[in-house]
């Protein structure tokens, strides 16, 4: 099989959607923990895997991108199973080099190796830096020798890890993706604006910076204008698909106000009660179409994110994907549809139904 087009190649040529939100939609189908939030999934149940890897392909996603995230040395050490921590990666990476290579669809797709927030990072602890340092060098090393074509490092809420992890990606020579995660005070957590972390990316090298995770799109727009406006090159954004205000920027402190009778027992919505609060397809579609007049190239749904809202984006994005087959089609609905052979008094009940 020939290989593909590189991520820069293809940004070039057209916007590309790289689906993300493993977490939550495999949580949802009953292979991952909510709150621990491990992927041992590539060990445990790969079919699992690989099938919502094939998913997100059938629904526009250009960019297979390995399921390791969280999968790194502190959180295998966190939950006793560090001995797992290398077969794991390795799995998740050749599922997705698998998935990648075998696009029914068209060309071959993109698999990406993935690394992320250590949550050990330290500002003021040049240990704890090192000790990121080198869980992300395995991990990258690892992603490049099961055949990587980009690295993604993404979640980082300090530009010092950011860049960190961007040197560790740099040792090798393949594209690197940067997005970076907003808290709610609109800084990164060692001072930053994000606009100015994603320029420092930039100028050390990163092919494509922006945001992923967190916010939804009401929130992470603000931030995207001000980073279009300060960075030059391909922008990435990847909200979360959850109806963040102003006020609530981030859907970690998402109040619930469509009357739920029964809160969740941590008394937050995160991360396993946000579902009323979650944007529908048109909603999706309409920021997608927003971010691509921004001049965003680089299009995707974070943590909440499924193959029908990954549909939605890609549609957007221009293409006709292998799901879109299923894309809405309401003519001949037995209630609100137009065929002239619904039977009229059927349809006469659609107000009352
Ligand atoms: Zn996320």
Redesign the pocket.
Known sequence: MARPNGLMERLNERPVVCA??FLFELERRGYVAAGEFVPVVSLEAPEALRMLHRDFQRAGSDIVQAFTYNGHREKMRLIGQEDLLEPMNRAALRIAREVADSNPGGEADLMAGNISNTNLWNPDDPASQQEARSMFEEMCRWAVEEGADLLIGE?FYYTGEALCALEAMQQHRLPCVVTLAVMGDNRMQDGDTPAAACQRLKQAGADVVGL??FRGPATMMPHLREIRDTVAGPIAALP?PYRTTPEHPTFFNLPDDQGCTCPSPHGRTFPTALDPLYMNRYEIRQWAREALELGIRYLGV??GNNPMLTREVAEVAGKITEASRFSERMATHFLYGTNQRLAKHIKAHGDKA
């Open positions: 993300e939100g979640t992923n995770c979360v974070c943590c």
